[in-house]
């Protein structure tokens, strides 16, 4: 994705319900529907037209049939406007919060999209802001943000990594520490890297944690994060060194809103994979390349990777970084996320 600091500015935007417009020949420009104000709406859209563009698994949950790119969940879909979809209604059809609780929505068409590039590329932003894959096609010849669809395709999709700073960090157990933080070019996130002790000969012990922050901060019981947070840190002291990378990709890639939106879900019953898909997303929308840079960065080719997850081997060797060695993380189920793990071994495909 863009170098120029363009996509930062277009998350920023939508986070704070202002539109986005993507050059593709012709402009798409639209706004999230989650924030989306009435008074923008209104001067956006005066005449209520704009159509909902929602992602193809949240259409594949709210059972619209997408006619033209049918069984494709990756795509999204363009639902039509109809006099009863205002903007309440539309909330509704983007927050499953609902779903269990009314009358399916409807009846709901779906349109031929002139720009699927753009489409996806849209849902790509509303993601990287946290927000629900969502929005309005606005026919507005202006918008806050503009940026070329190239800076959201293609070959410009692979981040980048940007070393910020560095400092000693001493921990508890591990005085030796240092602290990297490192801002990739595509999420404009700060990623952490912690390097602990002196590691050399073998390849260094490495785990990758995604942000928790339920988990890794309350000691949430719902899933295993603290735990192993804790855990790794342990081992790669007690290795006499390694890398412990804080990727924050919250919520497996969704962010703490729609993670939490999840959480609701899963009070009512599905399970973290179905609750993912219910709310529009992949089971897990995360990728490596930030860790494989910053990995390379560190001068680090090679690994001992602590993971149960079979999908983070697969992705670093990828994105070449050999993986010499998988070593099972597994913590002590709880009543609270015996459930969780077993999804995640029996869905997910985690090592037992
Ligand atoms: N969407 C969603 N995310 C969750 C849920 N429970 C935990 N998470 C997130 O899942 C991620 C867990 O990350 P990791 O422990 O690094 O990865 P893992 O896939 O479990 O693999 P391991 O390396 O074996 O631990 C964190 O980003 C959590 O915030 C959930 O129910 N729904
Ligand atoms: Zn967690």
Redesign the pocket.
């Known amino acids: 994705m863009s170098r120029s600091g363009a996509v930062e500015r277009a998350i920023a935007a939508l986070r704070t319900g202002r539109a986005v417009r993507i050059e593709a020949g012709e402009p798409f420009v639209f706004v999230s529907i989650e924030t989306a104000t009435p008074e923008l709406l209104r001067l956006l859209d005066p005449e209520s037209k704009s159509p909902l563009l929602i992602s193809g698994r949240r259409a594949a949950a709210l059972s619209l049939a997408n006619e033209r790119d049918a069984a494709d969940p990756a795509q999204p879909v363009l639902v039509a406007r109809e006099p009863w979809l205002d903007r309440a209604a539309a909330i509704t059809l983007a927050d499953p919060a609902q779903d269990l609780a009314r009358a399916p929505i409807g009846p709901l068409h779906s349109l031929r999209l002139k720009s699927p590039d753009a489409a996806q590329a849209a849902l790509v932003l509303t993601r990287a802001a946290g927000l629900l894959p969502a929005v309005w096609l606005v026919d507005a010849p202006d918008a806050s943000i503009s940026i070329p669809l190239d800076e959201l395709v293609g070959d410009n999709l692979q981040p980048d990594v940007t070393l910020l700073s560095r400092a000693r960090l001493p921990l508890d157990g591990m005085p030796d520490t240092q602290i990297f933080a490192f801002r990739g070019s595509d999420d404009g996130q700060d990623h952490v890297a912690l390097l602990v002790g002196a590691f050399g000969g073998k390849p260094p012990l490495v785990r ?5 922050l339920t ?1 890794d901060v309350f000691g949430s019981l ?2 295993d ?1 603290g735990p ?1 947070l804790k855990e790794a840190l342990r081992l790669i002291g007690a290795a006499g060194g390694g890398v412990l990378l804080y990727l924050r ?4 890639g ?1 962010g703490l809103a729609n ?1 939490l939106r ?2 609701a879900l ?1 009070d009512r019953g599905l399970d ?1 994979v179905d ?2 898909l219910r709310l529009g997303f992949s089971d897990d929308e995360r990728d490596y390349a930030h860790a494989s840079a910053i990995l390379r960065a560190l001068g680090i080719e090679e690994v001992r990777l602590l ?3 079979p999908n ?1 081997v697969a992705a670093l060797e990828a994105e070449g970084i050999k993986v010499a060695e998988r070593v099972a ?1 597994h913590m002590p189920a709880n009543p609270h996320n015996a459930d ?1 793990l077993a999804v ?1 071994r029996e869905k997910s495909g ?1 090592l037992p």
Request: proline share 0%; hydrophobic share 15%; net charge positive.
């Open positions: 990758l944690h995604s942000e928790c988990g719902k899933c994060c192993q990709q919250e919520g497996r969704i993670k999840a959480y899963q973290t609750a993912n993971t149960n997850n983070k993380h969780y995640k985690h």
